[in-house]
Every structure is written in C-alpha cells, then in structure tokens.
C-alpha cells in the first residue's frame, strides 16, 4: 500500500550565516550530509528522466494508473527537493574558499555528465534499477534518522530541508519499486545494479565531503573538544547500528517497502510541512 504523495512548495530561509555544522558537535557527519547533497541537482533529475521515459514509453505496460499518477508525483515531488537543495548548495558554495570551490564545481560537472550519460546510454531497466537502490538505500536512512529522532539535536533551516526532504522520500517510497517490479528484469538484476548504483552514489558522496571538510578546517577544529567526541561517539554508535538493522532489509528477496513500518515522527512530520507549504497538491 502506498501513502498519499503530496507535493508541498516550501520556502526556507538560507543565508550565508546558516550553521553548517547543524548536526550538534557532529562537523564530520554535517560535512558528509551537505557534502552529499551537492549531487541531488543531478541525481534527482536524473530519477525524473528515468520515471519520464518509463511513462511516455512503456505506459501501457505499468497499466496500473495508481502507479502512474505516483509516478509523476514522484517527479514533482523530487523537482522541488533538488531545487531547495540547488539553493543551499549555491549559497555554500559562495562561501568557500575558491580552490575549493573550483574543484568542487569541477566534480560536480563531471557528475551531471555521468548521469547525463546514464539516462542517454543505458537501458530503462537499469536506471529503473540504480533507482530503485537510491530510493531504497535513502528509505532505510529516512527511516533511521526518523526512528532516533536525530533531528532533535540539529539546527535551522538545514534540519528543516533534511527532515521535509526525508519525509517526502518515505511518502514515495513505494514508487521507484513499484516501477521496476512493472517494467524491470526481476530481482537479481535489482540487486546487482542496486548495489551497483549504492557504491556510485555514496562513492561520489565521499569525494563531495572531503572538498567540503578541507573547504571549513576551522569549523572542524571549532568542535573538537573531548565533551563533543563523547556525545558523537555515542550517537554514532546507536546510528551505525540501526542503520546497519535498516539496510539489511532491503537487500532481501521478500522486501516491500510498502510493508515498512513508519516511525510515529514520519507523520508528525507530513501534518508539519502540510501546515507550513506555501502550496501543496495530492
Ligand atoms: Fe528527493
Ligand atoms: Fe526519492
């Protein structure tokens, strides 16, 4: 069963004086989130090419039209999510150093080539697959983070774009399986490729944040007292665990995330961002 999948215009409030290390005494694991996020103006609108081209192409094979009304839902929900991560992401970019930032724009083009390539050069099965292993891989985090609350010791408004984004994930979270298990080459191939598209994305993700954590070595250093390397240490530990918990599940023949259980936050969250959209449609 799938939820309801609303699109909500959002608008917050980036300024170059937002805290970057938004996750309390955590720069490491706040560099590796912005630092990742650098990627989704491209990957995001790479999935949309891919649901796009299964539409217009293969339509009559998903016959089911719940399924294509999630599709597109799906699109526009992930054309907001990288257009507010673009915003973020540029105002982080003005702000560092500039070797810095050319070799992170510099990165970055090569990553919308790749993508670019993949949607042009590769068969709709496998970006439906390397899909699949996004959305499931980003299902099992959203759920985690969810689950230990870990936004209660973020700031604003980079935990406001984590946790709206995060939840619209969950809210969609059926989509890109569904359309595989229309249109894909079955399970092993998912996984294959899954996994495949996993080592991509968090490969790239790691090359994003060593930029990031060489561009602000004083807000690294700024944290790093032994009272903050006791509290990180002890919610990494449980994080790393859960995570792990989460992540297995997806690999298994018998996953569905419509079975997922939701943490109770996941709907504390769809009542906030409902309240505070600038406009939402169903
Ligand atoms: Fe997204
Ligand atoms: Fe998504």
Redesign the pocket.
Known sequence: MSDSITVRKMQFEFSDEMELVFIEHDPELSFLFLGTWML?PYL?PYLMRTMRKALSERQDEIGNSSLIHDMQQFCS??GQ??QQHAKANEIILSIMPEASRLTMVGLLENIESQYKSFSAEQPLEWNLAYAEGFEAYTAAGARTQMELRVFDYMTNPIRDLMLW?IM??LEHRTVAFDAYEALGRGYLYRLRYGVWAQKHFVGLGRQLTAIMLQAFPELVTAHDDAEARRIREAHRKVYLKRTMKNLIGIYMPWYSPGRLKMPPMYEEARAEYDRRALSTAT
């Open positions: 989704l995001e929900q992930e999510h990288y984004h619209e994930e």
